[in-house]
Nanobody, 127 residues
């Protein structure tokens, strides 16, 4: 069974950086398109960014463009989310998600499109 485990969250001041990692086990990362979502207290889970199987296609929500970067290392079965210039409004639990995909260059932005989810990692940005 595929399992996803996120790490790298924590408390950081506004303007700081964090790098989240998502390790995939029980499956081969190269078979999956991946995404990151986040959920702030009292709010719904929102899309943040996605990357295709090939890594050649990425997509970002407007609020993180130019600040966040998604990447993947299939050899390490790990997906990363580099977050720079963090803002208090980035505070949330961050989840990674995986979806089996035959299309190497397609990324997915809807939570309903994903098959597997991690348990989440808390990111708190202080002002």
């Amino acid at each position: 069974q595929v399992q996803l485990v996120e790490s790298g969250g924590g408390l950081v001041q506004a303007g700081g950086s964090l790098r989240l990692s998502c390790v995939v086990s029980g499956g081969t990362l190269s078979r999956y398109a991946m995404g990151w979502f986040r959920q702030a207290p009292g709010k719904e889970r929102d899309f943040v960014t996605a990357i295709s199987r090939s890594g050649g296609n990425t997509y970002y929500v407007d609020s993180v463009k130019g600040r966040f970067t998604i990447s993947r290392d299939n050899a390490k079965n790990t997906v990363y989310l580099q977050m720079n210039s963090l803002k208090p409004e980035d505070t949330a639990v961050y989840y990674c998600a995986a979806r089996s995909s035959y299309a190497p260059d397609r990324s997915y932005t809807l939570s309903s499109e994903y098959d597997y989810w991690g348990q989440g990692t808390q990111v708190t940005v202080s002002s």
